[in-house]
């Protein structure tokens, strides 16, 4: 048997794990946590298997498919792309589980939870192996429900109903983008099979629309008297929808408040796994973006920017797993600037931004679940009610530190010696600084730069406040039970280890994904109608280059370390609602007020949709109201002519039928 | 072979007599139980040997009626009404179990619920236009008594602007059917009330402006039921008032006779008309006007059976939408969502009315917190609300991802203005819930319990076959989709 004929039960054992503890859960240990574990557990050996096998024949990809109704078909897609994602997320996703039974002991509604949770896992894995764009997009709102469901996990507590509505409804724009991208996508194919679909050619297949982006490239259309080519038009609307699920600006806004949740639910699905789909929808259909003039671009600005932005709200957070937020944001946005320099470095982009993906979802999970130790210990968020916990958790502070040191990205250029976080980050600013040099557009390695030197900062001020100094809390601290330590180990070794092992065969395998039996491209033709100059060869950077990122990063070390843990200034004069900076921080851009306030309830609700309804009661309601006044009252005059003389009666019935007969001969003539 | 549409409407028909006639609550629903699950039986069986493949009518029954005006007794069922009659005969037996424990005159309440049953699947299986017509009142009038009987404090006039309104509107449409009757006459000598003859014979007719006067005039009749804003103002009225089981009745399966006569009667016809380009114009930004207006309107009511009933307009909007784009699959995208719409409709106004029915108040700002009491009904409420939202997996999706993704072909615009509105559905569904159902609990609605295991059942049904046709909506699209290439090829040969 070939392992590839069972990858359809990669996500199918999930969601029958999720169906069985939904239902049954209560009555089975722990909740039935050990359901999804088992299910998600051979999910991973699966996704293992299929990886393995791939990398001995990347160009024998995994492709199957069926009809689904009207010129639509399901099927699964696992290429070099697909099948690390499906390793890492069924992988992490297992750790998480298993660490969710210490974290979720005492909770009473376990069953939905872990139900909850394999549901997403099971959604998640769709969105990768999906082999078309419709089906992709159905597993993805699949997860944006489960993100909603998990949010909302405490819905007794009014924060987090309001957190789980925002989120969707952030992301659902974002969605509706990607919606629109693939109706234009499939009303452009559809136009340039001439209105005729062949019999099994199913047009939103990824292989089928690579195939027509020779097509697409001619046809452009005029919005707001621009003239914009489809190919750009849909690689943007498609780059919409991973800006809703991943975070960046300026649909970011959902991000650090779906951290209302169990913190599980942060680390699993908005740290490692549901945000970096947007990054994941991009490189799959990166093909499309190369061939997508200016599309790239517009991919570098955002990515490079949210990278930034985000980072200096995470400056100022008080709740630890805000911080964290924040820095997932801004992570995710360094991914999206490396995907954006796929306009110098073509598909090299796709291997340096997903091997990022992969570090930064070991790292970020072990950071949440790091926090997650912290905040069952302590009982609190919020850093200032911390402090000194290093010694009452140990496994916790390393575990923490490691984690602390890949997301800075510590490590010796020129060697092998690095966090998996250095390699991954420094890829992407390395291939920024590429960019640069080749286009002279410096912005994106200032973005890069910059971030990561307020990345280090903010990090080591979290680690400090955290876990150095006096300690702040009111509850003795302890250590957590090893269910939920022992995955803090295994995540911890993966970022120390990972990047450093693999990182040279990674990115190349990731190249692979558009060259095998299913999809076959010619990169430099693509680039050619993107109008993209591909940089060829790159040799090494200058010494300086490749030292500067590290340099930022121990410059970010050592000023938290004075500010936070010698205190050589008075912090508290800096942190103050006097100092306009801190403000403007502090309440993230007033985005709250921006969005929540003024164009959602004062713009849409309170404007549009209350003076429709006003329109509605008092006009068209009224017109139909009146016209039963006026008849009635038309009624009551005509009573009087019921005068009960028969002349009268005759008369009327006369002139009746005289006028019936001129309208039966005016119809007939008419006729 | 047995004559299985006659006997539904028969059954039907018997059932409800029979049942206005009983003592006991007891014997009145038991009879209007079994009536109906015969029925669905029924329906079950033509919709398993239903030959998809075929656009022809199916399990015909004819005989000559009132032979001197041409009126004939012809029923069937093809692949546009077919679904309909399916979900109608699914529908009604839920709808009794849902409202089980009816005591005021239930006699009478269930003997409606069997009238309008009755008229419904006549109006959705007659061939001939006489037939059509009385089928269609029939279902009105028991509407009427369900609403002025059984409705809320404002039954008496909510009841008579539903039945003022439809039936003028049902007069306009007679008119247009007696010009098409005659227009026959004159032209070939022959009188008939059959449906496909008028229809053929319609194209025929010399003068542009009797063409479109005929087709307004029908137009009139079918949209102002469906209905399409701006002609939707009987609505709120009528769906807000009526009891939980009218509503019902009303929203999942009477709105969709106006929007059948549409692929029926319509689409055949709209070739034809004096100003093909026009009509479709101002039909489909009617169709998009009802999305988006609808989609507003809901946002803005605290009352959440009102705020339902404006999402009804709005999911509505997307049958006219995709049947003036004109494309087969748009079509069938759009007949599609009428299936899909009742099944998912029905879940709403089941949660609706058993949180009326619990708290006695619909108000969203009365309530709060209800799924920490109610987590059977917050559980169930939640789907339908996903489902109605478009949630891939659930039925809706397709139906409103095959109208927009093929009406895209033929209208853009339309299309794009439409998908905006698709951020303001799940914002009021979603900002709903919150209200209503999560966060903390609100003590004034006192001690209450969660939902009754046969309401539970129902809704239940309802989730899984919103589910199943989520998930494999090939059963009831193939059957659709054979009849919507047939209308858009009439029109193909028509030239336009």
């Given at each position: 048997m070939n392992i590839g004929d069972i990858a359809f039960l990669i996500p199918l054992l999930p969601a029958l794990a999720f169906v069985v503890t ?11 946590a050990l359901l999804p574990i088992g299910a998600i557990g051979a999910s991973f050996i699966i996704s293992l298997l299929i990886t393995i096998n791939l990398l001995q024949n990347p160009d024998q990809v995994i492709h199957q498919s069926v009809?689904w109704?009207?010129?639509?078909n399901l099927g699964i897609l696992i290429d070099p792309l697909a099948a690390v994602m499906l390793t890492m997320v069924s992988f992490v996703s297992l750790l998480i589980h298993i660490y969710a039974i ?12 872990f139900a909850e949770t394999s549901l997403f896992t099971a959604a998640m894995l769709g969105v990768v192996l999906s082999d078309n764009i419709l089906q992709m997009f159905i597993f993805w709102e699949l997860v944006g429900?489960c993100s909603?469901?998990l ?27 990607f ?23 199913y047009?939103l297949q990824f292989s089928e629309m690579f195939n027509?982006i ?24 498609f780059f919409?929808g991973a800006?809703?699920k991943s975070g ?16 599980t639910v942060s680390a699993l699905i908005h740290a490692a796994t549901m945000v970096t789909a947007g990054v994941y929808l991009v490189a799959r259909t990166f093909p499309m973006f190369l ?5 790239l671009?517009?991919v570098?600005?955002?990515g ?24 997932t944001?801004?992570q995710l946005g360094y991914m999206v600037l490396g995907l954006g320099m796929g306009?110098?470095v073509g598909l090299e982009a796709i291997g340096v931004s997903v091997f990022h993906l992969i570090n930064h979802a070991f790292f970020k999970a072990l950071l949440f679940l790091c ?28 575990t923490?530190?490691i984690a602390?040191l890949a997301l800075?990205g510590?490590g010796?250029?020129?060697t092998a010696v690095g966090t998996s976080g250095f390699f991954s980050k420094d890829a992407i600013i390395e291939t ?51 269910i939920m330590t022992v995955p803090l180990m295994i995540l911890a070794a993966f970022s120390l280890l990972f990047g450093a092992l693999t990182i040279k065969p990674f990115i190349n395998f990731m190249e692979q994904t558009f060259e095998n039996n299913v999809i076959s491209l010619n990169i430099?033709?693509l ?145 | ?391 891939p ?104």
């Amino acid at each position: 048997m070939n392992i590839g004929d069972i990858a359809f039960l990669i996500p199918l054992l999930p969601a029958l794990a999720f169906v069985v503890t939904l239902f049954f859960g209560k009555k089975m240990y722990s909740g039935g946590a050990l359901l999804p574990i088992g299910a998600i557990g051979a999910s991973f050996i699966i996704s293992l298997l299929i990886t393995i096998n791939l990398l001995q024949n990347p160009d024998q990809v995994i492709h199957q498919s069926v009809h689904w109704f009207a010129v639509f078909n399901l099927g699964i897609l696992i290429d070099p792309l697909a099948a690390v994602m499906l390793t890492m997320v069924s992988f992490v996703s297992l750790l998480i589980h298993i660490y969710a039974i210490g974290y979720m002991e005492h909770d009473p509604s376990k069953p939905r939870y872990f139900a909850e949770t394999s549901l997403f896992t099971a959604a998640m894995l769709g969105v990768v192996l999906s082999d078309n764009i419709l089906q992709m997009f159905i597993f993805w709102e699949l997860v944006g429900l489960c993100s909603y469901l998990l949010i909302g996990f405490w819905y007794q507590k009014p924060s987090a109903a309001a957190a789980a509505k925002k989120a969707f409804l952030t992301t659902r724009v974002g969605d509706i983008m990607f919606l629109a991208g693939i109706i234009i996508l499939f009303a452009s194919m559809f136009q340039a099979f001439n209105g005729e679909i062949p019999e099994g050619v199913y047009l939103l297949q990824f292989s089928e629309m690579f195939n027509s982006i020779d097509a697409l490239s001619g046809m452009t259309a005029t919005i707001f008297g621009m003239e914009v080519g489809h190919l750009t038009l849909i690689a943007l609307l498609f780059f919409g929808g991973a800006v809703g699920k991943s975070g960046q600006f300026p649909l970011h806004v959902w991000l650090p408040d779906a951290m209302e949740g169990p913190t599980t639910v942060s680390a699993l699905i908005h740290a490692a796994t549901m945000v970096t789909a947007g990054v994941y929808l991009v490189a799959r259909t990166f093909p499309m973006f190369l061939a997508a003039p200016d599309a790239l671009l517009v991919v570098a600005y955002i990515g490079g920017f949210t990278a930034l932005f985000a980072a200096t709200m995470g400056l100022v957070m008080n709740d630890i797993k805000r911080v964290l937020a924040y820095s997932t944001v801004s992570q995710l946005g360094y991914m999206v600037l490396g995907l954006g320099m796929g306009a110098a470095v073509g598909l090299e982009a796709i291997g340096v931004s997903v091997f990022h993906l992969i570090n930064h979802a070991f790292f970020k999970a072990l950071l949440f679940l790091c926090a997650g130790s912290v905040i069952h210990a302590v009982g609190t968020q919020d850093m200032r009610q911390m402090g000194g916990l290093g010694k009452a958790m140990p496994v916790t502070a390393v575990t923490m530190l490691i984690a602390s040191l890949a997301l800075a990205g510590f490590g010796i250029p020129g060697t092998a010696v690095g966090t998996s976080g250095f390699f991954s980050k420094d890829a992407i600013i390395e291939t920024a600084f590429v960019f640069g040099e080749h286009t002279h557009d410096w912005i994106p390695y200032i973005f890069a730069i910059l971030a990561a030197l307020l990345t280090s900062i903010y990090i080591f001020r979290l680690f400090f406040m955290t876990f150095s100094g006096k300690s702040r809390s009111k509850t003795k601290a302890h250590e957590s039970p090893s269910i939920m330590t022992v995955p803090l180990m295994i995540l911890a070794a993966f970022s120390l280890l990972f990047g450093a092992l693999t990182i040279k065969p990674f990115i190349n395998f990731m190249e692979q994904t558009f060259e095998n039996n299913v999809i076959s491209l010619n990169i430099e033709h693509l680039a050619t109608l993107g109008n993209y100059n591909l940089v060829q060869e790159h040799g090494h950077e200058p010494l300086l280059i490749l030292w500067l990122p590290v340099i930022v990063a121990v410059a970010g070390l050592v000023i938290s370390y004075l500010l936070y843990y010698k205190q050589v200034i008075d912090i508290s004069k800096v942190v103050s609602r006097q100092n306009p900076v801190y403000r403007l921080l502090y309440n993230r851009y007033y985005q709250h007020r921006i969005l929540t306030e003024l164009l959602a309830t004062r713009i849409v609700y309170e404007t549009i949709s209350l003076s429709a309804d006003f329109f509605d009661r008092k006009f068209i309601d009224s017109i139909v109201d009146g016209t039963g006044k006026v008849t009635m009252s038309t009624g009551n005059v005509l009573r009087r002519i019921q005068t009960g003389v028969i002349q009268n009666y005759v008369t009327a019935v006369i002139a009746g039928v005289g006028l019936l007969i001129v309208l039966l001969k005016l119809i007939v003539e008419v006729l | 072979m047995l004559p299985i549409i006659s006997l539904m409407i028969l059954i039907a028909l018997i059932g409800a007599i029979v049942t206005l006639f009983t003592k006991t609550k007891e014997q009145a629903r038991m009879i209007a139980l079994a009536t109906s699950v015969v029925t669905l039986i029924g329906a079950l069986y033509m919709f398993f040997r239903f030959d998809s493949e075929s656009p022809m009518l199916q399990f015909v029954d004819s005989f000559n009626w009132i032979p001197s005006l041409g009126v004939t007794y012809t029923v069937g069922v093809d692949g546009i009404s077919m679904p309909l009659v399916l979900l109608t005969a699914i529908v009604v037996p839920l709808v009794v179990l849902y409202s089980w424990n009816e005591s005021k005159d239930p006699g009478k309440f269930y003997a409606m619920i069997l009238a309008t049953y009755a008229g419904v699947i006549g109006v959705f299986t007659s061939m001939d236009f006489f037939l059509f017509y009385v089928f269609w009142e029939l279902s009105i009038i028991p509407m009427f008594f369900m609403i002025n009987m059984w409705g809320g404090p404002e039954k008496g006039y909510a009841s008579i602007k539903f039945l003022l309104y439809t039936h003028v509107a049902s007069l306009v449409m007679l008119l247009g059917i007696f010009a098409m009757y005659f227009g026959t006459l004159f032209q070939t000598g022959i009188a008939t009330f059959d449906i496909p003859t008028l229809l053929a014979q319609y194209q025929l007719i010399e003068s542009d402006l009797a063409r479109t006067m005929i087709f307004i005039a029908l137009l009139i009749g079918f949209i102002v039921k469906m209905p399409a804003v701006p002609f939707h103002s009987w609505l709120p009225h009528a769906y807000v008032q009526a009891p939980t089981a009218g509503t019902i009745l009303m929203a999942a399966i009477m709105s969709k006779m106006g929007a059948y006569a549409l692929f029926r009667f319509i689409l055949p016809m709209l070739p034809f008309t004096g100003s093909t380009d026009l009509m479709v114009s101002i039909l489909a930004a009617l169709g998009v006007l009802s999305i988006i207006y609808g989609a507003f309107l809901a946002l803005a009511q605290d009352d959440l059976k009102r705020m339902v009933a404006f999402s009804s307009v709005s999911h509505m909007g997307f049958v006219t939408l995709g049947a003036m784009a004109f494309v087969p699959l748009s079509v069938s995208g759009a007949m599609f969502q009428m299936f899909s719409h009742g099944l998912i409709t029905c879940l709403m106004f089941m949660s609706i009315g058993a949180i009326q029915v619990m708290t006695g108040t619909r108000l969203i700002s009365e309530l709060g917190g209800l799924a920490q009491k109610m987590p059977k009904l917050a559980f169930l409420m939640v789907a339908g609300f996903m489902a109605y939202l478009g949630l891939p997996g659930f039925s809706g999706f397709i139906a409103e991802f095959t109208v927009l993704n093929f009406s895209y072909i033929s209208l853009p615009s339309y299309v794009i203005a439409a998908i905006f509105a698709i951020v303001i559905t799940a914002a009021y569904h979603l900002w709903a819930l919150q209200r209503a159902m999560f966060g903390v609990f609100n003590e004034k609605l006192g001690d209450i319990h969660d939902i009754s295991n046969l309401q539970t059942f129902s809704m239940a049904v309802f989730v899984l076959l919103a589910l199943y046709f989520g998930l494999n909506p090939s059963p009831v699209m193939d059957m659709i989709i054979t009849n919507a290439e047939q209308i858009v090829g009439l029109m193909a040969v028509a030239g336009v």
